[in-house]
């Protein structure tokens, strides 16, 4: 089992940048790999990020290529997801997720957090 709670949501102008950070509980957390995902008011969810077991390798959404990054601690049992050169379609519900591969599928993800809201204004 693996519990996840997101932070650092929040409201930022188009252009600027946020850090997300995801805390998990559990002896575990470097036997996943973390993904982020996110859902916009009457959309479907849609992957962001995902980054391996160790943390060496790491993919992408083409719409937050460049912009964002995502990392992780496993001495800190957490995963980021740096956003920067935020624009106003990225705003978003951002949950993470725990899976035993990286990818970009959500149902293989076994474990998620609550999310936490980003909104970006013009």
């Known amino acids: 089992q693996v519990q996840l709670v997101e932070s650092g949501g929040g409201l930022v102008q188009a252009g600027g940048s946020l850090r997300l950070s995801c805390a998990a509980s559990g002896r575990s957390f470097s036997s996943y790999a973390m993904g982020w995902f996110r859902q916009a008011p009457g959309k479907e969810r849609e992957f962001v990020a995902a980054?391996?077991?160790?943390?060496?390798?790491?993919i992408y959404a083409d719409s937050v290529k460049g912009r964002f990054t995502v990392s992780r601690d496993n001495a800190k049992n957490t995963v980021y997801l740096q956003m920067n050169s935020m624009k106003p379609e990225d705003t978003a519900v951002y949950y993470c997720?725990?899976?035993?591969?990286?990818?970009?599928?959500?149902?293989?993800?076994?474990?998620w957090g609550r999310g936490t809201q980003v909104t970006v204004s013009t």
């Open positions: 980054i391996s077991l160790s943390g060496g390798s790491t």
């Open positions: 997720a725990a899976s035993r591969s990286m990818t970009g599928w959500d149902h293989e993800y076994a474990y």
